[in-house]
Structure formats: C-alpha cells, structure tokens
C-alpha cells in the first residue's frame, strides 16, 4: 500500500501520520523531517538544503527525488505514507515512473483542507522535537511538560521555518507548486478530501474511514 498526505503547510500531515502509520504498520516517509536530519548532521546534502528550508522554498527536485528513490521498499511494514512528497507535478510524475517500474502506483492521496487562518494559527503555536521530530502546539497539543518531548524527553524548539517571513513564503510556495498535484491526482481518480480544519481526533476519525 502506498499513501500520500497532501496539504499546506501546518495542516497537521505529520500529527496524523504518525497515528495512522501506527495504527496501519506502515513506514512513516517525511521529507521534512528526512531534510532536518541531514541538517543536523551537517552533511553536504543538509548544508545544502538548509537554504532552502530556513526561507521555505522547496529544495530542488532532482534532489527530492534522488532522496525518495530507494526508499520505496517496505519489506517490514504493510506500505508507505509519504508525507511532504510529492510536492511538484515533476515529483508526483518521478513517484509514479519509479512505482511502475516495480508494478505499483499510488493507492490514495489524502489532501487535509484548512483554511490559510487556522495554518498560520498552527505553524505560529508550533514546538517541535528535534529528536524524533514530534509536533506540539501551545494550545491545540502542549505537552505534558512544558518543554520536553512526550516521546523521547528532548528539549522542544521552533522550527526556523516556522517564523513569521518564512511562514509566509511556505504558503505562497505551497500555492504556486504544490495545489497543481492536487489537480494531478483528482485526474488520476485516487485523490480523497479530508476536513483537516477539525479537531485532532476528528480528523484521525475522518482519516481511518478513507484509508481502509
Ligand atoms: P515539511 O517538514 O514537510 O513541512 P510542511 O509541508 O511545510 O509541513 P509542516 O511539517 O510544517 O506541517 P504539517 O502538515 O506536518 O503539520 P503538523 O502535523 O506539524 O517540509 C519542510 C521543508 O523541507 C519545506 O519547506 C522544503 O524546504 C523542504 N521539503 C520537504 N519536502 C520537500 C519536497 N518533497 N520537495 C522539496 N522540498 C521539500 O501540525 C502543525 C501544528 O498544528 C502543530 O503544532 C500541531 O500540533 C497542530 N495541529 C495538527 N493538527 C491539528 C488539528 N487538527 N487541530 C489543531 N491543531 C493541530
Ligand atoms: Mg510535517
């Protein structure tokens, strides 16, 4: 099985994923936090691509695609969940040369609608763990100790993205590059709308009747 979240920034793609490929065994692909790893690590690849995230334009695609390709294989889970990839047309094309080569495709695209308000709302509340890269909101999800991961106890930072300019040109990039992939799998016939503008539960209610 492979699926792919689709949305803006901040729509809760990740919070979901997590709960989702939990509960389906499936292996949890976030580009995001794929990026922020090698960033960490300061290899070529994150120095290189750390421009491009601080200001929130998207890393090139040739890139993107390089770091997906062979990552495609889920020998010990039941399939994928790509969250943040594809983000282009070029991206969700290469997705779909390299699944066919091995006699797969996608299953379903899951895009989480909310509105521009409520996203600037999330990505303004936002923590994050840069262990193993959980998200909090001060309000909406804090955790239980004021600024420690749940999971793994790291201190809880603000992604550099997730400052106010950035914030800005992410919507805007998501606007011009990213909506054209909605198109791209509503023609394919596999795209599924969710209300993502609901509660955290709600929309995990919502999303475990689309992916059955
Ligand atoms: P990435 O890390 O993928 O960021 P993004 O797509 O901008 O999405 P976010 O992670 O910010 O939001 P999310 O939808 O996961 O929301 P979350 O669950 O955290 O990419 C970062 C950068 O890497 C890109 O800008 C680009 O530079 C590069 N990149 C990555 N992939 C790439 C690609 N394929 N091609 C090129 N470049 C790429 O939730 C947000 C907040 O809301 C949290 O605080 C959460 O607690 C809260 N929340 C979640 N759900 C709800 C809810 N239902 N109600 C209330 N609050 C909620
Ligand atoms: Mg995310």
Same mark, same amino acid.
């Given at each position: ?46 120095? =290189? =691509? ?14 993107? %695609? ?10 010990? @889970? ?13 991206? !969700?094309? =290469? ?5 066919? !080569? ?7 695209? %899951?895009?989480?609608?909310? @509105? ?12 994050? +763990?840069? *262990? +193993?890269?959980? =998200? ?8 239980? @100790?004021?600024?420690? +991961?749940?999971?793994? *106890? ?44 609901? @509660? %955290? ?12």
């Amino acid at each position: 099985m492979l699926i792919v979240f689709l949305g803006a920034p901040g729509a809760g793609k990740g919070t979901q994923a997590r709960t989702l490929a939990e509960k389906k065994n499936l292996t949890h692909l976030a580009t995001g936090d794929l990026l922020r790893a090698e960033v960490a690590a300061g290899s070529d690849l994150g120095l =290189a =691509a750390k421009t491009f995230m601080d200001r929130g334009d998207l890393v090139p695609d040739d890139v993107m %695609i390089r770091m997906i390709q062979g990552r495609l294989d889920s020998p010990e @889970s039941a399939g994928i969940l790509l969250d943040g990839f594809p983000r282009t047309v070029a991206q !969700a094309q =290469a997705l779909d040369d390299a699944l066919s !080569a091995e006699g797969a495709g996608v299953d379903r695209s %899951i895009y989480f609608e909310v @509105s521009e308000e409520e996203l600037v709302r999330r990505l303004a509340g936002r923590s994050t +763990c840069p *262990g +193993c890269q959980r =998200a909090y909101h001060d309000t909406f999800n804090p955790p239980k @100790s004021a600024e420690e +991961c749940d999971g793994c *106890g790291t201190k809880l930072i603000e992604r550099e993205d997730d400052k106010p300019e950035a914030v800005r040109n992410r919507l805007k990039v998501y606007g011009t590059q990213t909506t054209p992939v909605l198109e791209y799998y509503k023609s394919a016939g596999i795209l599924v709308e969710v209300d993502g503008e609901q @509660s %955290i539960v709600a929309v995990q209610t919502d999303l475990a009747a689309a992916v059955v």
